[in-house]
């Protein structure tokens, strides 16, 4: 009688069953892997979310503060941008700027009416010309009668001493160009002599380029003086949670994480500084244009201001929310490392 030999555990398995719990070894190595794109996405979102809110529902709790810093903000930014607009509207005053820089061509004294009709016409289509005239000798001696008070003796003349004019008024008020004009002009027969006024040309490039300069430095004055006051007032709300910050930054908390309602909260005062900006210059330009609409009136001229274009206006907003950004990143990042926890 032979004798029986039980089955080994090992007999026992089956061949595939040699890992019990596949399923949850599988999970356990997903979770050593960390959490997915979408979840790490969703987290950052979220975060921003209640970092913005935070700022929003700290800066409501001080509508009163809040409101004068951003007006404070806002008359900085309509300063410049305001005689910038001015400036603006100066230059639209082209047709007077170019009166001011017309090209005189004196014909020859043989040269018919006809001719230089002809000639104001082929004057009138060269690409740097607005707009041409022909002054007649008969109506250039009736003019200069009537202005020079010499009407009796000039009628003793034995004949018309003054040329044929074609006024030419240019596209564009630039010294060189008009310089070149000029010559292009002088080249042409019949013309004696082509004579530009470059004083009045000077003048105006000196006034605009001076208003130009004064503009940008106001500007640069007034952005740092932006600068300091986001900065002090995101300074005082450092000060105002500095335990709180100590805190965070002793669980753990990143400087990004500390900084971030900040930012947020510099970005909405520029923000709110904007707004108003973009309101007082949009106001305040309508307030002045029935003054100047009244002005150029009386000398016969339809001028009036223009507003707030929507590019200025956008840049002007994007502008205020960067400096808002930025200030209140410069005054985090200096008190940053102040708050460490103790």
Same mark, same amino acid.
């Given at each position: ?209 001076? $208003?130009?300069?004064?503009?940008? #430095? @106001?500007?640069? /004055? %007034?952005?740092?003086? &932006? +600068?300091?006051? =986001? *900065?002090?007032? !995101? ?71 223009? $507003?707030?274009?929507?590019?200025? #206006? @956008?840049?002007? /907003? %994007?502008?205020?929310? &960067? +400096?808002?950004? =930025? *200030?209140?990143? !410069? ?12």
């Amino acid at each position: 009688m032979s004798a029986t030999r039980s089955p080994k555990v090992s007999d026992r398995v089956a061949p595939n069953a040699a890992d019990p719990q596949p399923e949850k070894k599988k999970k356990i190595r997903e979770e050593d892997d960390g959490p997915d794109f979408g979840t790490l996405f969703h987290a950052w979102l979220e975060s921003h979310r209640s970092s913005l809110l935070d700022s929003l529902r700290r800066l409501g709790k001080q509508p009163i503060g809040s409101f004068f810093t951003c007006l404070v903000m806002a008359i900085a930014l309509s300063l410049p941008m305001g005689l910038s607009l001015l400036l603006g509207n100066v230059e639209r005053l082209g047709g007077s700027w170019q009166r001011a820089a017309q090209i005189s061509l004196y014909l020859q004294l043989d040269t018919s009416s006809r001719d230089g009709e002809a000639l104001r016409d082929q004057v009138k289509a060269l690409p740097g010309v607005a707009e041409a005239e022909y002054v007649s000798r008969e109506q250039a001696l009736d003019e200069f009668q009537k202005q020079s008070g010499l009407g009796e003796a000039l009628r003793e003349l034995p004949e018309n001493p003054l040329p044929g004019v074609v006024v030419v008024t240019p596209k564009e008020v630039d010294k060189a160009g008009l310089d070149a004009l000029r010559q292009q002009l002088a080249e042409l027969p019949k013309v004696e002599q082509a004579q530009l006024d470059l004083v009045w040309v000077e003048r105006l490039a000196a006034i605009l380029k001076l $208003g130009d300069r004064f503009v940008f #430095g @106001l500007t640069v /004055l %007034l952005v740092l003086a &932006l +600068l300091l006051v =986001i *900065g002090n007032t !995101i300074r005082l709300h450092i000060e105002n949670r500095r335990t709180e910050i100590e805190v965070i930054k002793l669980v753990g908390g990143t400087d990004s994480y500390v900084r971030r309602p900040f930012l947020y909260m510099g970005a909405l005062y520029g923000m709110g500084a904007g707004v108003f900006s973009w309101g007082v210059l949009a106001y305040g330009l309508n307030w002045l244009n029935g003054a100047v609409v009244g002005l150029a009136g009386l000398y016969g001229s339809d001028f009036s201001l223009a $507003g707030v274009p929507m590019a200025d #206006g @956008l840049s002007l /907003l %994007l502008g205020a929310v &960067l +400096l808002g950004y =930025i *200030g209140a990143w !410069i005054a985090v990042a200096r008190h940053l490392s102040e708050l460490a926890p103790r």
